[in-house]
Each structure stands twice: as structure tokens, then as C-alpha cells.
């Protein structure tokens, strides 16, 4: 059976401690984290981009199982029907380009990012609408936006930042 990759559960904020583990044993691993401007200052400046979870790249056949099952700061394959589910390799190199993308943006809360700035909406009811970026807030990143709806008047809507994306400024 060919190298495949599969995703280990790990136990609430031990990502690390697995993906760790994992190293030592020389298996393949995508542990996909991004840098964050937390609110507060002294809170982790990085985190898992999939909290909860590891990739590893292992033939099942030459692996034993249970060594990757049940290791320090896991909790298993993420299974169907007591199977380990494959995950295609093109979407694990989609996860590690929009990964890169975000840390070279500066982060998940778009460092730079200004009060007026144009954003667009990518996730959620408002997908697909522009707005303008407001502030942060405190808490769990969440921003503030003006969104225009009827009539032309701007409403304030807090969404979190993961749903935004900057709209690029236009040309002139």
C-alpha cells in the first residue's frame, strides 16, 4: 500500500506534544499553524490552523497502527466505519498554499489592516458582500464592519475575522 495521508486526532490543545511525538518516531507530519495578533499581548503569537488535529503521511500496511492510535497527546485516526480516512494529497498541498498565504499576509487578522479599510465578506449569510473594516474587538477575533444595506446605510456587524478577506485597492 503507498504512502497516504491520514489525520490523528490529538487531545485539547496538545497538538504540538503529538505533532512532537510524531517527529521523533520520523513520520511524515503537516501540523498547519498561522500566526495571530491576539488581543491580548501576552496570549500565543501562533496556533494550529486545525485545532484538534495532525496529518501524517504513513503506509498503514508498514505501520503499526496502534503506535500512531495511541501515542502521548493523541486520540486516534479520524475513522469512518473503523476505517482511518484518506486524505487526497491535493487537498493536503491546497491546505499548506492557503497556510503560506496567510502567515505572508501577516496572519489571520491581517496585520496592516485598517479602520476604513474595503473587506469582503467570504464566509457566512453576508458572503460575497463588501464592507468596511471597523475594528477589532476583544475576545475571540472578532471584528467589527460597516456593511451597506438598504437604502445606503451602513450597518455595524460584528463577524469573525477568519471570515474576511481585503478587497485590493482599486487602481488610479
Do not use: C
Not at 72 to 88: H, K, T
Request: net charge positive.
Amino acid at each position: 500500500m503507498p504512502l497516504n495521508w491520514y489525520v490523528l486526532r490529538s487531545k485539547p490543545n496538545k497538538e504540538l506534544l503529538l505533532w512532537e511525538q510524531l517527529k521523533l518516531r520520523n513520520v511524515e507530519t503537516f501540523y498547519p499553524q498561522i500566526r495571530v495578533q491576539p488581543v491580548n499581548p501576552r496570549a500565543r503569537k501562533i496556533k494550529a490552523y486545525f485545532p484538534g488535529y495532525v496529518f501524517v503521511h504513513v503506509d498503514l500496511e508498514q505501520t503499526e497502527r496502534s503506535v500512531l492510535q495511541w501515542m502521548p497527546g493523541g486520540l486516534g485516526f479520524v475513522s469512518f466505519d473503523q476505517e482511518p480516512a484518506l486524505v487526497p494529497e491535493s487537498l493536503v498541498k491546497a491546505i499548506k498554499k492557503k497556510v503560506d498565504a496567510v502567515n505572508a499576509s501577516g496572519g489571520e487578522l491581517f496585520h496592516g489592516l485598517k479602520r476604513g479599510d474595503l473587506v469582503e465578506i467570504q464566509s457566512g449569510p453576508f458572503a460575497g458582500y463588501e464592507a468596511i473594516f471597523d475594528t477589532r474587538l476583544d475576545g475571540h477575533e472578532r471584528v467589527r464592519v460597516l456593511l451597506k444595506l438598504l437604502q445606503g446605510r451602513s450597518t455595524k456587524m460584528e463577524i469573525p475575522a477568519g471570515f474576511l478577506e481585503r478587497k485590493a485597492k482599486p487602481r488610479r
